[in-house]
Each structure stands twice: as structure tokens, then as C-alpha cells.
């Protein structure tokens, strides 16, 4: 996965979110404490990739300098090196992933069973009230042989 998002994560003319690409690299550096070679780097090991604009210049959005961050405490603080880190990143955003697809799914079920209780009620509404319930008899397998009683003979 190579990080890069759509640049169209304007909710409106002026609404900017956290995904929204607005940070040149000297600010993005800045911000997150870095140097901008630093920021570079991470770009070409594809742990932090920002948005281009059409002059391939890079914008960092809050999300990526909240990544940017993460990725310094990982490496300074816990010792882990960038390989490994890149392999986190991927793992965290592959089990988001998942998440959602498993709410995705979870949704789709209960629609699902929803609507399967609603044609139940519907069929169970255009039963006849003046025929008796059909109730299937228990089959076995077992076999019962019968064999009279002989009689004694004198």
C-alpha cells in the first residue's frame, strides 16, 4: 500500500477535515518535529505519503502529521526500526480495513434478517385461520418387528 489518497476530501467549499492536504513540507516538518529530509525519506520508504499537487509538490494533511509523529515515537522511543514500522502502519491500516468490512457485513446481516422476519410476518399473516397447522411427524429409522405369540401346545 503506498498511502496516496484522493484530493477531494473537501466536505464543502471552505470545510477542511483531517484528511484534507494543506501542509507544504517545511510546515509539515515543523509540526511534526522533523527535518524535511526526514519527511522525504519516509515518503520514499512509503511509511508517510502525502498528496502531490499537480507540480508533484507534496501536501501533508493532520492525519499525516499524526502519522509523522507516530512514526518518531515508534522509532525514537520504542527502538523499533523503519521496516518494522512500515509493517505496523500496514498491519493498523489493514485491521481498519477489516473493521470496516466487518460493520460493512454486519449492517448487511441485519437488513438480512430484518427483512426475512418481515416476509415471515407476511407469510405467517395469509395462513387460513380455518385450516388446522400442518406439524411434520417425527420419521426414524428404527425398524419394530411383530411377531405373535405362539401357542403352547398340551
Known amino acids: 500500500m503506498d498511502g496516496r489518497r484522493r484530493v477531494d476530501n473537501f466536505r464543502g467549499p471552505y470545510e477542511l ?3 484534507t492536504p494543506v501542509y507544504v513540507i517545511s510546515v509539515a516538518a515543523q509540526l511534526s518535529g ?3 529530509q526526514t519527511l522525504r525519506q519516509y ?3 512509503g511509511l508517510v ?3 502531490r499537487t499537480a507540480g508533484r509538490g507534496r501536501r501533508y494533511s493532520a492525519r499525516d502529521i499524526e502519522l509523522l509523529r507516530q512514526v518518531q515515537q515508534l522509532s525514537q522511543d520504542e527502538g523499533i526500526n523503519l521496516a518494522g514500522i512500515k509493517r505496523i502502519i500496514e498491519l493498523e491500516n489493514q485491521v481498519a480495513a477489516l473493521q470496516s468490512r466487518v460493520a460493512e457485513l ?3 446481516l441485519d437488513g438480512a434478517a430484518a427483512a426475512m422476519q418481515q416476509r415471515e410476518a407476511a407469510v405467517h399473516a395469509s395462513y ?3 385450516l388446522v397447522p400442518y406439524q411434520e411427524v417425527q420419521q426414524t429409522s428404527a425398524l419394530v418387528v ?3 405369540k405362539r401357542q403352547q401346545q398340551d
Open 106 to 108: 454486519e449492517a448487511a
Open 34 to 36: 522533523l527535518h524535511p
Open 49 to 51: 505519503s502525502p498528496d
Open 43 to 45: 515518503d520514499r520508504l
Open 17 to 19: 477535515t483531517e484528511e
Open 146 to 148: 411383530w411377531r405373535p
Open 128 to 130: 387460513r385461520r380455518d
